[in-house]
């Protein structure tokens, strides 16, 4: 059984083979399952995406925003038959829950958080690593649960084209071949990708638009959802104050996190939410939210008790995996 860490003993092995070949890590994200005849139509009516249309066995991205438009969650939407699965980020599936369940009123459907042990497994041999299981295909774009239980689903990054995965395992054990990588690594990877964490980087105050979470996650065709106001008229004709961007920490050093992040004429412009140290930038690299009069390019101070630091600010991804590079 794989189990949450920071390291499984090699730092370095772990991000390679996240990078090159495949690693596998728990703990990371939740799953809650709504199953019943109004599964669709219940859902349909409160996330962002419309659900509807996909197809049985097809992944999209959505979001759970709160009746003011905040996020709730991120999830990506499994589409079955009459059940869809809404994969978050780990610690959320309780709040989603209960959220859904606030509004199941007269609609036949059970919502249920996933009780098996959830899986990523992320790298170039990813797909071939969960075909190997044996219980279930990797076909771009199409989740499957296996004759015993075991469910497979694509994940994709938003911003960089890294096969990833989420396993459910329906035993107590399941062997994966690929190499157990703990929250270093996989920080790492998910910084230099540009993927936020509800919880840790973004919270029930940030604005859709401003986590840069819409495209491909809101359908602006569909009817009303829950806080749809709010997205459509920033959409539309509005704008943010901050935005979600990746830096590039000068020295080498780690800052803490929460430490601030200072602009040229001493005005504190953000927080950094995440750390790591990326082997392929060769430097410390972080994630945080932005006021927006600081740009792309932008050098601010990183300060914190006693100390101060340079880092960079930059849009997103901050590498884009390319191999030829």
């Not at 076909?139 to 694509?154: I, K, L, Q, S």
Request: hydrophobic share 45%; charged share 25%; aromatic share 4%.
């Amino acid at each position: 059984m794989i189990t949450r860490r920071q390291s499984h003993g090699d730092v370095t092995g772990e991000y390679l083979a996240l990078r090159g070949a495949a690693g596998v890590i728990d703990g990371t994200h939740e799953i809650v399952w709504v199953r019943g005849a109004d599964a669709v139509e219940f859902l349909d009516g409160l996330l962002s995406q419309a659900i509807a249309p996909i197809a049985v066995g097809g992944v999209e991205r959505s979001l759970l925003l709160s009746p003011q438009g905040k996020l709730r969650a991120t999830a990506w939407l499994l589409r079955g038959e009459d059940e869809v699965g809404l994969v978050v980020d780990a610690g959320r599936a309780g709040v989603v829950a209960d959220d859904l369940a606030r509004f199941k009123i007269r609609v036949e459907a059970t919502i249920e958080v996933e009780a098996g042990t959830v899986f990523d497994v992320i790298g170039p041999d990813a797909p071939s690593v969960v075909t190997r299981i044996g219980r279930s295909g990797a076909d771009p774009g199409v989740w499957r649960r296996g004759a015993d239980g075991t469910v497979v689903a694509p994940l994709p990054f938003g911003r960089v084209d890294l096969a990833r995965f989420v396993v459910v395992s329906a035993g107590d054990e399941l062997e994966l071949d690929a190499r157990p990588v703990g929250s270093l690594a996989y920080d790492a990877i998910r910084i230099e990708a540009g993927e936020a964490i509800m919880g840790i980087d973004l919270d029930e105050a940030t604005i859709p638009q401003e986590a840069d979470v819409v495209d491909g996650a809101v359908d602006f065709a569909k009817g009303c959802y829950l806080g749809q106001e709010l997205v459509a008229r920033i959409e539309s004709r509005g704008r943010v104050n901050r935005r979600l961007r990746g830096l590039t920490v000068g020295a080498n050093v780690l800052p803490p996190l929460g430490a601030t992040l200072m602009s040229s004429d001493g005005a504190a412009v953000g927080t950094i939410t995440s750390l790591a140290e990326s082997l392929e930038l060769r430097a410390p690299v972080a994630l945080a939210l932005v006021r927006r009069e600081v740009t792309p390019g932008d050098t601010v101070t990183v300060q914190w008790e006693g100390a101060t630091t340079p880092a960079v600010v930059h849009d997103l991804p901050l590498d884009h995996f390319d191999a030829e590079e």
